[in-house]
T-cell receptor
Framework: SQTIHQWPATLVQPVGSPLSLECTVE??????LYWYRQAAGRGLQLLFY??????ISSEVPQNLSASRPQDRQFILSSKKLLLSDSGFYLC?????????FGNGTRLTVT | EDKVVQSPLSLVVHEGDTVTLNCSYE??????LLWYKQEKKAPTFLFML????IEKKSGRLSSILDKKELFSILNITATQTGDSAIYLC????????????FGQGTILTVHP
């Protein structure tokens, strides 16, 4: 069966520091991968998606970037965090079926 | 721009009550409407609706879509404290089930 791993679970970072969140999927090949952000326990907003290695599409302009160095690995990064980057970040995968989400990373920028 | 609106934003009920959660949408290329339940971390998939008037059911939960009026409802009968969660409605437009437009969510609290 397919599983999705996301880490760390929580993160507190100062403004201006870099960020790297990692997500890996097991049990499937060539999945579509997604990064969503959820603010204040509400609806999710799509940030990035990837249909293959090295292929990244950005949905909203922001201080973040994404990369997919391997088929089942998706990384969310920032060079310098802003206070507004705080939120709950969820990685997800799909293969022509409804999204399956990871357990998320709660990021607090102080 | 695609838009999904949920109501109410929050709801407090007692065990045994029946609740109805609403979701309306405005999208350019409708593909399907999805419901997720989020307790503490990962949202978990509940239903996907693509055809009007066909009810999807799972235990005490059911959902139906009205493509003419552009809305969906999620019903929960005989609520239990374990139903306390954020319920998210999302629309999958275009060619991908993964590029979802989410509503704000409904926070449901069920008291014993």
């Amino acid at each position: 069966s397919q599983t999705i791993h996301q880490w760390p679970a929580t993160l507190v970072q100062p403004v201006g520091s870099p960020l790297s969140l990692e997500c890996t999927v097991e049990g499937t090949s060539n999945p579509n991968l997604y990064w969503y952000r959820q603010a204040a326990g509400r609806g999710l907003q799509l940030l990035f998606y990837s249909v293959g290695i090295g292929q990244i599409s950005s949905e909203v302009p922001q201080n973040l970037s994404a990369s997919r160095p391997q088929d089942r690995q998706f990384i969310l990064s920032s060079k310098k965090l802003l206070l507004s980057d705080s939120g709950f970040y969820l990685c997800a995968w799909s293969a022509d079926e409804p999204l399956h989400f990871g357990n998320g990373t709660r990021l607090t920028v102080t | 721009e695609d838009k999904v609106v949920q109501s109410p934003l929050s709801l407090v009920v007692h065990e045994g009550d029946t609740v109805t959660l609403n979701c309306s949408y405005e999208v350019t290329n409708f593909r399907s409407l999805l419901w997720y339940k989020q307790e503490k971390k990962a949202p978990t998939f509940l239903f996907m609706l693509t055809s009007s008037g066909i009810e999807k059911k799972s235990g005490r939960l059911s959902s139906i879509l009205d493509k003419k009026e552009l809305f969906s409802i999620l019903n929960i009968t005989a609520t239990q404290t374990g139903d306390s969660a954020i319920y998210l409605c999302a629309e999958a437009g275009g060619t991908s089930y993964g590029k979802l437009t989410f509503g704000q969510g409904t926070i449901l609290t069920v008291h014993p």
